[in-house]
């Protein structure tokens, strides 16, 4: 089982800095991708942004490409969310996302509320 460590969430203002880490641990023999999706109150969850390990490339939704950024830490099996020039829209509830040459999984989620 794996099992995902979210940190970093809280209360921050428009405009404002927050940086969210997931560290991964358990049973993970190859790492694959790790992301981030978000779910604001009576939306469904979306996509934000994931890194592939292997490739080292990275995703981002249009929504938080030039704001937000992706990063790694290979020998923490740990992935973060630099969350710059936050708005309003981006309050939700992020999850972190681990994907293995098996199955995925789901972090419990942690809260970003960006007040005006």
């Known amino acids: 089982q794996v099992h995902l460590v979210e940190s970093g969430g809280g209360l921050v203002q428009s405009g404002g800095s927050l940086r969210l880490s997931c560290a991964a641990s358990?049973?993970?023999?190859?790492?694959?991708?790790m992301g981030w999706y978000r779910q604001a109150p009576g939306r469904e969850r979306e996509f934000v942004a994931t890194?592939?390990?292997?490739?080292?490339?990275?995703t981002y939704a249009n929504s938080v490409k030039g704001r937000f950024t992706i990063s790694r830490d290979t020998a923490k099996n740990t992935v973060y969310l630099q969350m710059n020039s936050v708005k309003p829209e981006d309050t939700a509830v992020y999850y972190c996302?681990?994907?293995?040459?098996?199955?995925?999984?789901w972090g419990q989620g942690i809260q970003v509320t960006v007040s005006s």
């Open positions: 358990g049973s993970i023999f190859s790492l694959n991708v």
């Open positions: 996302y681990v994907r293995t040459v098996g199955p995925g999984y």
């Open positions: 890194f592939s390990w292997s490739g080292g490339s990275t």
